[in-house]
């Protein structure tokens, strides 16, 4: 991974979400949190540039923090907010991905936007304060409900990557005193993300509204706090990430000598015994168990695996003696899922 863009939210005559005092407006405690994470990540990468859309209290249109993102070519988008509802009840940190339906309850076949619509139109509201808005976004109107329809093909090209950095956030951010929302991972229509077009994921990381955090959301302790779970959830994505382009890099595997059917690459056959370690190919990581046969998982047999300790699922594909054999596998899945890569399990 070479860029990674980081997007404070609001800021200038846009406060975002009011806090108790000017100074603890949402848009001072995202600039907090993205300058700790972007700290973090120089200090531990130095090879990893790492670029604030803004660093200083000023008002960005949603438009210039795409393009921010797009001139540095980055292969990570992280857009980082707080959350604020009427009520003082309301708790929880989420992760947004571009997306416009829900997958993972069977119970619940109606799009996301019906769900988190509030939110999003609440993000996308600082349109209105751009100089010029009704000629730059004549495709696109915040304030009404059909505006969130049309993005089927952009948010199916970043999908994998995007949720795979939302588990990690799940993992890594959401334990105490932070908790998880209900739906840890929602898919919406933030403008942000669809101008951005990359692998990006929007962060509501708690509610100023709620007493409890915003105290913890406005200390300094806090916003530390956050950006290291933020940076470990980073650190994790970027092995995985590095990986899947080091075996894309790797020399092809010699011909093999057996005759082989027309058209149809070799395959190892999996090991049918238990085995206490072994190879596999892991296609992505979500936080709530599939059903088989999840249309996330593109015909693929495959499986969970959750490490102890993780709040995750890792979905693999078959059980190699060797990594030879699982790299055979890998090549055949590259073309559903070009972010999986092999692991070691050892139990």
Known sequence: MATVI????HGGKDPGALGKTRKTDEKHIVLSVSKNLKSMIEKEYPDVKVVLTRSTDVFLELKERAAVAKRNKADLFISIHCNSVASTK????????LGPKST?????TSDYFEKSQSVAQRENEVIVMEEGYETKYTHFDPSTPEAYIGYALQWK???ESSLLFAAEVVDKLMTKPLQARKIAIDQDIFQVLVEANMPAVLLELAFISNPNEYKYLSSKAGQEEIAERLFQAFKSYKTQYDMSLNLDTEQPEPALPAPQAQN???RPEPVQE???S???VQIMSVAKLLKAGDHEL???DAEPYRPEGASAYKYIVGKFKTREEAKVELRNIKSRFPQAFIIYIEK
């Open 6 to 9: 980081l997007d404070a939210g």
């Open 157 to 159: 090209a970043h999908y």
């Open 104 to 108: 993972r309850n069977p119970k619940n």
């Open 274 to 276: 238990e085995l206490s």
């Open 264 to 266: 149809s690459p070799a």
């Open 90 to 97: 309301a708790f929880g940190a989420s992760a947004y991905i």
């Open 298 to 300: 593109k015909g693929l």
């Open 278 to 280: 072994y190879y596999t």
